[in-house]
Nanobody, 121 residues
């Protein structure tokens, strides 16, 4: 079993910053990619940023230059530094890893439970 635990959400004023963290635990053999998604009320879940085990990153156009994704391979963590936050960044943020668990032969997606980020004055 693989578990993801997220932390760091909350309420922040426009222009402020938050840092989200996600720790993976359990029977993990290897992780290929780590990513953050978000889902606002009434909208589909969307990719915010992703990072491979080698460090290659990808960002949604709406967050480029404001958000930074990082990972710690040894600790099986992924973080999202969010700066210059806007009200439209308000959403539930989910971390996801694509990983191979011990005893399996393929990679699967694992999701965290989500953490609320609210940007409001």
């Amino acid at each position: 079993q693989v578990q993801l635990v997220e932390s760091g959400g909350g309420l922040v004023q426009p222009g402020g910053s938050l840092r989200l963290s996600c720790a993976a635990s359990g029977s993990i053999f290897s992780i290929y990619t780590r990513a953050w998604y978000r889902q606002a009320p009434g909208k589909q879940r969307e990719l915010v940023a992703s990072i491979t085990s080698g460090g290659s990153t990808n960002y949604a156009d709406s967050v480029k230059g404001r958000f930074t994704i990082s990972r710690d391979n040894a600790k099986n963590t992924v973080s999202l530094q969010m700066n210059s936050l806007k009200p439209e960044d308000t959403a539930v943020y989910y971390c996801k890893i694509n990983a191979r668990s011990i005893g399996s032969f393929g990679f699967s997606d694992y999701w965290g439970q989500g953490t609320q980020v609210t940007v409001s004055s």
